[in-house]
């Protein structure tokens, strides 16, 4: 055990005699020093020799960690309260292919969020919930607690007052995770138990930690922000080409359309069919679209037709022989991507397929692998001791996958590995892009595991058109954010299954701020473009409208994630921590700290029953911006639920930079700047950009072309006059843009309306020509401003009484 930094404490028990196997280095690497540790167990040492106790504190750290040695626990506390974090006195069993540990919570004290991937009906972690962590292609992920396509053995745990810490034990292996309220029970079938404790105190904090360990959020380009549409059953190319008509005639944004397996020779990755898609048409519809600054987008699976192989040694191997699988091609084999020349393949094969459709991104599908067909055990991995609850019916671990006996490079077994596959190949597919375009890669993954988010984004797969599937996408898109991997979306209006005019409207309206936003549909369904019906195409233009409007603050928010962790879409107590009412709210998000997000999850609603946090909150939707609720504690609402568009408010606090909508990012980055500042009571807030060509390989690099200025408001009473000043701080300004491109307009929310009138004053100049609003709503707005991003500037609003 050792205190690796003042906010992380490792703790690991294996077995000293014999090597086990463990999380690669590659994927997480990690300090291997232990100069703080103490052995227990090591060759000439016996528990008669040991203490019976020991203790490691730092005055620096807020982490005490004990141990105990007859009978062995061990327990780590905050020492600062005196609050246990972790405690495992009750039991620990340490095989070869089992392992188990429980560590006791304090009953009613203690609100869990994380573990994954599961659907589950709320975001808090309820007692006698169980999480089986192994990578899964369910047909479908609408089925409640069943092990999905990922495995995140991380949980944050929130105390009363606000202290947040996490734990993660690094395991790949197959596990069951039983709460009980007043414990959790780690049930393993290999590995060893290599838990990090990560302090906090803030919930923010813990995933700063937490992904300073296991990787930064890869940072995405800018253009992956804008709405995608994507259908499996697009019939040939002229059937994309009047899904993108269909949009621009309907004016709904477009930034990107997707091809599933559509596109594919009989299934095969890296071909085109040559009768729907042939690359005589297929690469002209392409051009266009890059001409128009729109992107496409193809799927690829982790399986290659066993006709269409190398002559290499670059596959999985079971018994000496290649796999042979059965996928969407037939028999298949399946790389393996912890091999380098398996890697190099993936990468050649990507670059020469790119010389024929220069595709903007990759759509990795398939990777937990899955697998059509059914295996016979080979040896006793095939079948452990101990079965895990797969699927829900403790189904065999062979079941819809590659064995477990299964071998990789190096005599890796796939029982050991499996849960790292896709984030291997989404690793090896990130690569590929890198080195082939020189940008910034987009890659989307299905599979995953903590460290992915540094490689790719995630959606949260197969969904169905039903309205708990809506409600309960907010609960994965939340814990995604806690694992690491902030941009991640659910298939809007649902994958399978037809949907209605009024679900699918609702979906748009939630939709439109899930951090990855793109439609996606099963080729039974009906068509549901979102420019099909009336309804749905009006709510996507308010919808899309607003979202296009604050992709200067969602693309801040992407830089804040990559270089601290932060989710996109937070749940409220990450910006309300003390307010243990917002522990259990999962019908409504924020986007970064005061974006608050009310969706309506239920059919025929006309209100919504919304809870606000103290303070001022703002309505974003209402052209005068009206103070909607303020609050010296936080209370629920009920809200008007109009049948165009979602709740959506701004906190008192903040400073929002937004531009003008359009139908591309692109054209919409060409506008001037506006900024929404949000006043709190005392007259205050802040806000921040960031601005960079979106396609950069690093964002915000030592010595990159980027631009972040940080915008801060305050307010001052002195004899009767009112002083409301914002002041811009140019952090940094090596984006040549940023020069040229201005802020136009600034709108204050909340200000005081003046019973004598006014004065504006920019950098301490009269403004006399400059076009102001004071609304009776508390809204003012002054326009026909000029402020070049990149120099900074100080508005007063000044006002007599």
Request: proline letters at 6%; glycine letters at 8%; hydrophobic letters at 35%.
């Amino acid at each position: 055990y050792s205190l690796e930094t003042d906010s992380r404490l490792h703790v690991r028990i294996t077995d000293a005699d014999h090597p086990r196997w463990e999380v690669p280095q590659d994927i997480i690497p990690r300090p291997t020093s232990v100069s703080e540790d103490v052995l227990l167990g090591s060759p000439g040492m016996d528990n008669a020799t040991l203490p019976s106790s020991a203790t490691i504190s730092k005055v620096s750290s807020d982490l005490t960690f004990s141990i105990h040695t007859n009978p062995f626990h061990f327990t780590v506390s905050r020492r600062s309260t005196g609050d246990i974090l972790f405690d495992t006195s009750a039991t620990l069993i340490f095989k070869d292919r089992y392992l188990e540990v429980t560590t006791a919570l304090p009953a009613g004290r203690a609100s869990l969020y994380g573990f994954g991937e599961h659907t589950k009906r709320t975001f808090r972690l309820q007692p006698n919930d169980t999480f089986t962590l192994w990578n899964e292609d369910l047909e479908r992920s609408d089925l409640l607690d069943r092990n999905l396509y990922g495995s995140h053995p991380f949980y944050m745990d929130v105390r009363p007052g606000g202290n947040a810490h996490g734990v993660l034990l690094l395991n790949s292996n197959g596990m069951d995770i039983l709460y009980g309220g007043s414990y959790i029970t780690y049930k393993v079938i290999g590995g060893v138990l290599d838990f990090y404790f990560f302090a906090g105190p803030s919930p923010l904090a813990v995933v700063d930690q937490y992904t300073q360990f296991i990787g930064r959020p890869a940072p995405m380009p800018y253009w992956s922000f804008g709405f995608h549409q994507c259908r499996y059953g697009y019939k040939n190319v002229a059937d994309l080409e009047e899904v993108v008509a269909g949009y621009a005639k309907a004016k709904i944004p477009l930034e990107g359309v997707w091809s599933d397996i559509d596109y594919m020779d009989h299934g095969q990755d890296f071909t085109l069919d040559p009768i729907n898609f042939p690359v005589n048409r297929l690469r002209p519809f392409v051009d266009r679209l890059h001409s128009n600054g729109q992107k496409y987008v193809v799927i690829i699976d982790p399986e290659i037709k066993r006709q269409a192989t190398p002559n290499e040694d670059i596959f999985l191997k079971r018994n000496g022989t290649n796999v042979v699988g059965r996928v969407w091609p037939g028999e298949v084999y399946f790389p393996d991507f912890i091999n380098p020349r398996a890697v190099e393949y993936w990468a050649q094969k990507i670059s020469e397929f790119r010389r024929t459709i220069p595709v903007d991104g990759l759509w990795c599908d398939m990777n937990e692998p899955s697998n059509f067909g059914a295996w016979q055990p080979l040896n006793a991995l095939d079948d452990p001791p101990y079965h895990i609850n797969n699927s829900g019916t403790h189904r065999p671990l062979n079941n819809q996958t590659v064995p477990v006996s299964t071998v990789h490079y190096n005599g890796v077994s796939e029982y050991n590995a499996h849960n790292l596959f896709g984030l291997f190949e989404a690793r090896a597919t990130h690569a590929a892009l890198l080195k082939d375009t020189a940008r910034r890669p987009f890659v989307l993954t299905r599979s995953t595991f903590p460290g992915a988010g540094r490689y790719a984004a995630h959606w949260t797969g197969d969904n169905s058109a039903r309205w708990d599937e809506l409600a309960n996408s907010i609960n994965t898109m939340l814990s995604f954010g806690l694992f690491g991997i902030p941009m991640v979306g659910a298939d809007l209006c649902g994958f399978r299954g037809n949907t209605s005019q009024e679900l699918c409207s609702r979906w748009i309206q939630l939709g439109a701020f899930y951090p990855f936003a793109r439609a996606h549909t099963e080729r039974t369904t009906e068509r549901r473009e979102l420019y099909v019906w009336e309804s749905t195409a009006q709510s996507a233009r308010k919808a899309f409208g607003t979202r296009y409007r604050m992709l200067p603050y969602i693309y801040t928010l992407m830089y804040e994630a990559h270089t601290t962790g932060a989710p996109i879409a937070r749940p409220l107590f990450f910006s309300y921590p003390r307010d243990a009412d917002t522990y259990g709210v999962d019908k409504q998000f924020l986007l970064g700290r005061g974006v608050l997000v009310s969706p309506v999850l239920q059919p025929g609603a006309t209100t919504v029953d919304a809870y606000f946090p103290a303070g001022r909150w703002f309505s974003l939707y209402d052209h005068n911006y009206p103070l909607t609720v303020a609050t010296r504690t936080g209370k629920r609402v009920t809200l008007q639920a109009p049948v165009d568009s979602a709740n959506v408010h701004l906190a008192g606090g903040n400073i929002l930079p937004l531009q003008q909508p359009a139908l591309t990012t692109s054209a919409a980055r060409q506008g001037e700047f506006h900024l929404l500042v949000a006043l709190t009571e005392n007259g205050t807030a802040s806000g921040e950009l960031f601005l960079d060509d979106g396609e950069s390989m690093e964002m915000g690099g030592v010595g990159g072309k980027w631009t972040l200025v940080k915008f801060s408001c305050s307010t001052a009473e002195s004899k009767g006059i009112i002083t409301t000043t914002v002041s811009s701080h140019v952090v940094q300004n090596s984006y040549a843009p940023s020069r040229a491109q201005v802020i136009g307009n600034v709108v204050f929310m909340g200000l005081q309306s003046p019973a004598k009138g006014f004065t504006i004053y920019v950098n301490n100049v009269e403004l006399k020509a400059a076009r102001t609003k004071s609304r009776t709503t508390g809204a003012f707005s002054v326009s026909g401003l000029s402020l070049a991003i990149g120099k900074e500037f100080q508005i007063k609003v000044v006002m007599s009484h």
